[in-house]
């Protein structure tokens, strides 16, 4: 390996600790796209922190006009209802806003779930190797056996219908592949000269593999809980509009089987079920943007 | 006596990196004549690969050749469009990159490697392939019998004489060779570079010889030039220039190699300081911060002085090499650059 | 268990590493070669024994494959062996754990080939040079001072300006004095330095070599020098291990060695080195072609299908390490 040239050697200053976290993260801020998904989970979070004070009504209150008829299947505009109101009469714009509370909550707790727990066993398995590996990968063999979606519907009939379920289930199952990408990046790394020195320095197992190992696939674990995001509203969202889902609160894929349970394309009711189903598309994809700018990033021979 | 088969007039060539440009190579001129084995030595940084790969037009997407001539043969290699460029490279030019030995093809037979070279730009059918494959094998000293095997199947050794093989395959005027024993242990390096040295002098063929082990050069190298910092600090016969050092650098870089021969006690004298950042290349002499007989003028950039024919050195005090060289050879002169 | 090791430990206290019959053998497996009755045993270290005196500086030279760089690390327990004794300070290092494994390893240290790799890139230079000083409990107040001792050791100069780099701000040679450092701030009494200027340009080699040297009389270190460049080994150890193939082929002092090599393989090594002096000679090697196999070495001596002077006893039987002179050869001829 050639001798850098070290001709303006920098004088550097040991940086912020919010700076260092934001390196260790390394927010993908080249790509466009990246920025745009960046962007549209930013609107969202906002929506969803204060939906309180955003939403015109309660979602599950069924309302009445003015004129104390049912509010039911009004057009956007109608009597103050921005965007219209479902054939029970409830306010479609609350669903809306309240609806991206729980996409949100159930995306990110799942991603969070998933990433943890698949980057521990990636950790432990990668790091350790032999039996302990053999174990846990086996383990991982059988998370790749199970179908997904039926493990969920399966759930939700054991357990209480709960948007919950949507987070057990991907805790349970899909750690999988975080699980063995990571291990095998921890492999790569184990080799690192080093990590070696830090044997040699005397350092313990668990300290090499905190302070040498893990914030190297830190980059890798937020890539794979991006992409969770996405598969966690999805599959709230299927779950919900198969009728699984948890009746009591409202969420987009809810929005959606009770347009399809109300016929509202038959009622030519655009108003109810499109937007719920760009919202899932926006959020998901943005998951996807910013997944695509972690890899130009982790991997930049990829672009070419 | 003839005109030499390359001539580097000016050469000069740079990378754009993000928004910078780094001027790898900044106006290197020197010759080979014909029949030759040329040592072109230098450190890391120094050019010397790029000048390699400038000369067959092998080199990055984000660089460029951005002055200067590469006459060969008649042409302008640094001009004449790519269709031209292609045509001679394997039939008049090879190049054997760094690494050679790694870059072979592992799903394929060293035989097919091969043929692909003959068949597809020498125009072989399969027959004359063969026994070409054979000829050469036998030139590089590897069993014939061994054409079916895969690259895995040999050792670093023998993968490397197939890379020069191939470079061989349609009888080249000049091959180009980077680094090719850095990666080798040193009884595999000293057998291939006999048979490097073995095969320039059968066939007569030019050879480029890329290293920075000023070892390698002094063993089968007639002539050397000496890069650094992008430019050429000294050019002339391997004699000349090892033995009788002109410029400070080649002088430093003498006596950072341990000899085997010499008395056990010899210091090594390392030249303090590194090469300079080529995105910015400081005016005047580029080795001014690390040389011991730096004087106010080299601040100003330094004449090409030829203090023997065919022997230029880029230094203000080319004329004074003689007595520079006395005082190189002592320890303390680098122990306190000026 | 111990075998004659231990004797030789209690009787000579001058001894700090002992070495009897080690052996470092890998399965590397695959069941198609088993099938095929080819050997998957890849015996990297076959039965080498020698003894390192104290602030004795010793070469392990070889190519690549020989052994020397496995040796190296089976001395400091970076890999476990699969036979034979090592015994360091008296003690067998097989049996080592915990505590004393900690100890251990504040005494016997590891120079690493390619200082980019052997450091961090997310450490600063503190950083790196406090994890050792960590591990050994010593107290915050202390470590500052120890650092900057540290840095100066290796002559890196005005110290206190390097703490807050990163390793990507250092040259070659610079980051290498680190490693140097890292190695040396617990003051062990041991370093296996494994080919540490290979990585650097040769213009830099000859600093950070000069720094090795110094150091290593200062502190009064016995040392292991592991590289294939006899030059280089002759530049910094008294005293050489020639390996092939697992094996010792020749011991003894460096200039001996270089002058006048009696192992057949030694000879060729000597002969085959480089001069930058263009006179000298281009007569073919004494050596036959061919690259060792460390799967499938040659039964006897390990050298005989290249050797010149092979004969039916060298098929037949290991030679076994004889003393001639000042050295110790495995050769039949002696």
């Not at chain 1, 349970?172 to 690192?192: C, E, K, M, P």
């Not at chain 3, 602030?55 to 040796?71: F, P, Q, W, Y």
């Not at chain 3, 290092?93 to 590891?110: T, W």
């Not at chain 3, 490693?179 to 290979?198: C, G, H, K, N, T």
Request: hydrophobic share 45%; proline share 7%.
């Amino acid at each position: 390996m050639p001798e850098i040239a070290a001709a303006a050697i920098i004088k550097s200053r040991r940086p912020h600790i919010l700076a260092r976290m934001f390196r260790a993260l390394r927010l993908p801020m080249n790509d466009p796209f990246a920025v745009a998904g960046l962007l549209i989970y930013l609107v969202f979070i906002v929506v969803a922190v204060f939906a309180d004070q955003i939403a015109t009504h309660d979602p599950t209150e069924i309302l009445y006009t003015p004129a104390y008829d049912l509010a039911a299947d009004l057009r956007p505009g109608q009597d103050g209802f921005i965007m219209g109101t479902t054939s029970l009469g409830r306010d479609i714009f609350s669903q809306l806003v309240y609806g991206s509370r729980s996409a949100l909550l159930i995306g990110i707790t799942a991603a969070f779930m998933v990433a943890l727990i698949g980057s521990i066993i990636g950790l432990v398995a990668g790091y350790f190797g032999r039996w302990v590996d053999a174990i846990l990968m086996r383990l991982a063999d059988i998370a790749f056996g199970i179908p997904f979606l039926p493990f969920v519907i399966v759930l939700a009939a054991f357990l209480r219908p709960s948007i919950w379920n949507v987070v057990i289930a991907m805790a349970l199952v899909l750690w999988r592949d975080t699980a063995r990408v990571i291990r095998s990046q921890v492999l790569t790394l184990r080799t690192r000269g080093y990590v070696e020195a830090a044997r040699v320095a005397g350092s313990s197992d668990f300290k090499i593999i905190l302070r040498h190992i893990a914030p190297n696939i830190l980059p890798l674990s937020f890539l794979y809980g991006s992409i969770a995001i996405g598969w966690a509203i999805l599959t709230e969202a299927s779950i919900s509009f198969l009728g699984f889902g948890d009746p009591d609160s409202i969420s987009w894929g809810y929005m959606l089987q009770d347009a399809f349970a109300s016929q509202a394309l038959a009622k030519q009711a655009y108003y109810w079920f499109v937007p719920p189903g760009i919202c899932i598309i926006l959020v998901v994809s943005a998951g996807f943007f910013i997944t695509r700018g972690y890899e130009n990033i982790l991997f930049p021979k990829l672009s070419r | 006596m003839s005109e030499p088969l390359l001539s580097v007039r000016d050469l000069r060539v740079s990378y754009q990196v993000g928004r910078n440009f780094v001027h790898a190579v900044d106006g290197a001129s020197f010759d080979i004549p014909r029949g030759s084995i040329t040592g072109l030595v230098g450190e890391s940084g120094c050019g010397k690969t790029t000048v390699a790969r400038a000369l067959t037009r092998v080199i990055a997407e984000n660089a460029a050749i951005t002055g200067g001539q590469i006459l060969f043969d008649g042409k302008d290699l640094a001009k004449i469009p790519e269709r031209e460029m292609n045509a001679l490279r394997w039939r008049d030019i090879a190049f054997i990159p760094q690494s050679a030995m790694n870059s072979l093809d592992p799903v394929y037979t060293v035989e097919y490697q091969l043929a692909e070279v003959l068949r597809r730009r020498g125009g072989m059918n399969r027959k004359q392939a063969r026994a070409r494959s054979e000829e050469l094998f036998e030139m590089v000293g590897i069993d014939a019998n061994r054409l079916n095997d895969y690259p895995h199947q040999f050792s670093g050794g023998m993968r490397q004489r197939v890379a020069i093989a191939l470079a061989l395959a349609l009888d080249p005027k000049l091959i180009i060779a980077d680094e090719p024993v850095t990666a080798l242990d040193v009884i595999v390096q000293r057998q291939i570079l006999d048979q490097l040295k073995e095969l320039q002098t059968r066939l007569g063929v030019s050879v480029i010889l890329v290293t920075h082990d000023i070892s390698v050069v002094a063993y089968i190298c007639d002539r050397t030039v000496v890069m650094y910092a992008g430019k050429v600090a000294e050019s002339g016969t391997m004699q000349a220039a090892l033995t009788a050092p002109s410029h400070p650098y080649t002088m430093g870089l003498r006596n950072a190699f341990p000899d085997l021969q010499g008395a056990a006690s010899g210091i090594l004298t390392p030249i303090e300081g590194a090469p300079p950042n080529l995105a910015n290349p400081p005016t005047g002499c580029r080795f001014k911060p690390r040389c011991p007989f730096a004087l106010d003028i080299c601040g100003t950039e330094p004449p090409v002085v030829d203090v023997a024919p065919g022997h230029p050195v880029l230094c203000h005090r080319a004329n004074e090499s003689a007595a520079l060289r006395i005082e190189a050879a002592r320890t303390e002169t680098w122990m306190a650059p000026a | 268990m111990d075998g004659p090791g231990m004797n030789m430990i209690t009787k000579r206290p001058d001894i700090l590493v002992s070495v009897f019959d080690a052996k470092l053998h890998y399965d590397v497996g695959g069941a198609f070669a088993a099938m095929r009755g080819k050997s998957t045993v890849v015996k990297a270290v076959d039965g080498v024994s020698f003894d390192i005196r104290r602030g004795e500086s010793v070469g392990l030279l070889g190519e690549s494959g020989c052994g020397k760089t496995s040796m190296g690390r089976l001395l400091l327990k970076l890999e476990e062996k699969t036979g034979g004794t090592i015994h360091f300070n008296g003690e067998e290092i097989g049996a080592v754990r915990g505590s004393g494994l900690k100890k251990f390893r504040s005494k016997a240290q590891l120079i690493f080939q390619n200082p980019f790799d052997a450091i961090n890139p997310r450490f600063t230079i503190r950083q790196t040079l406090s994890e050792p000083l960590e591990n050994a409990d010593i107290p915050k107040r202390e470590r500052e001072d120890r650092i900057i001792a540290a840095l100066e050791l290796v002559k890196l100069p005005e110290p206190a300006q390097f703490l807050d780099r990163y390793p990507h701000q250092l040259s070659g040679g610079q980051l290498q004095r680190v490693v140097m450092a890292r190695a040396l701030i617990l003051q062990p009494e041991f370093v296996v330095a494994d080919e540490p200027v290979s990585m650097l340009d040769v213009s830099v080699r000859a600093g950070v070599l000069n720094v090795f040297r110094d150091v290593r009389d200062r502190l009064g270190l016995t040392a292991i020098y592991i590289s294939h460049d006899l030059a280089l080994v002759r530049y910094v150890c008294e005293r050489t291990i020639v390996m092939y193939l697992g094996g010792i082929m020749e011991d003894g002092p460096t200039e001996d060695i270089v002058r006048e090599p009696l192992h057949p393989y030694t000879k060729a090594l000597v002969a085959a080195v480089p001069v930058p002096n263009p006179d000298q000679s281009h007569d073919p090697l004494p050596i036959g072609r061919g690259a060792p196999d460390p799967r499938n070495p040659p039964s006897g001596c390990v050298f005989r299908d290249r050797c010149p002077a092979a004969h039916a006893r060298c098929a037949a039987e290991i030679p076994q390490p004889k003393p001639v002179g000042t050295r110790t050869v495995a050769c039949h001829l002696y």
